[in-house]
């Protein structure tokens, strides 16, 4: 029904009479309603930045529950500076879908991105920022999951340049553990990992790439 916020259901039975046996009720519905379901938020998951021959690339993953619903792609020089809108993104479908962005005119040096999401409902909120560094050689790890993990761990990283890298996993006491060497392709990728052979415990995962290295953290169950 509209202007419910939450979702009901009710029956109400009313007893008619026994059946002359153990003295059993008959029972009748009286009369029952029922309210609309509450929609669940507009969400994404999987973002992405990669540069791309002097070019940005952002890539999502987004679950709509409605058509009005819709992106923005915001950007700013400071990871805790100012956000401009450089794009608004519609929602393209109900349900699950995958969206691109090409951010044709990208800061000189480092840039930070964030999606604003806006549901149906005008609710805003943010995905993580992710930074895009264009001088140089760029290397990022935009995500890692899942965090709590007992077999494979999936690893997205973002990379300027094709080239050699190497993965290390280090233990609370310091020690090198797990260590992978790996050839990474320029934009963005997934890697995965195979630790289901550590104990358990907490990690640091490292990738390494010439001089540059990032890392991230995550619990072995």
Do not use: C
């Amino acid at each position: 029904m509209t202007g419910v916020n939450n979702p009901t259901l009710a029956i109400r039975l009313v007893a008619v009479g026994g059946t002359g046996q153990g003295n059993v009720a008959n029972w009748r519905i009286d009369n029952f309603s029922v309210t609309a379901l509450n929609i669940l938020p507009l969400t994404t998951r999987n973002f992405t930045a990669a540069p791309r021959n002097g070019k940005v690339q952002l890539d999502w993953t987004g679950v709509a529950t409605h058509i009005s619903a819709y992106f923005e792609v915001e950007r700013s020089d400071k990871v805790n500076g100012n956000y401009s809108t450089i794009a608004k993104i519609p929602v393209s479908s109900v349900g699950e879908a995958a969206y691109r962005f090409m951010d044709n005119s990208p800061l000189e040096v480092d840039n930070y991105y964030r999606i604003r999401i806006v549901d149906e409902n005008q609710k805003v909120t943010y995905t993580r920022i992710l930074q895009v560094r264009l001088t140089g050689s760029h290397l990022a790890l935009n995500n890692l999951f899942p965090t709590l993990v007992q077999g494979n761990l999936n690893l997205v990283v973002s990379n300027g340049n094709k080239g050699d890298a190497q993965i290390e996993v280090i233990d609370m006491a310091g020690r090198i553990v797990l260590k992978q060497s790996l050839s990474l392709n320029t934009g963005s990728q997934t890697i995965q990992l195979n630790v289901s052979r550590l104990t358990r415990g907490s990690y640091t995962v490292l990738l390494r790439k010439g001089d540059q290295t990032v890392q991230s953290r995550f619990i072995k169950q």
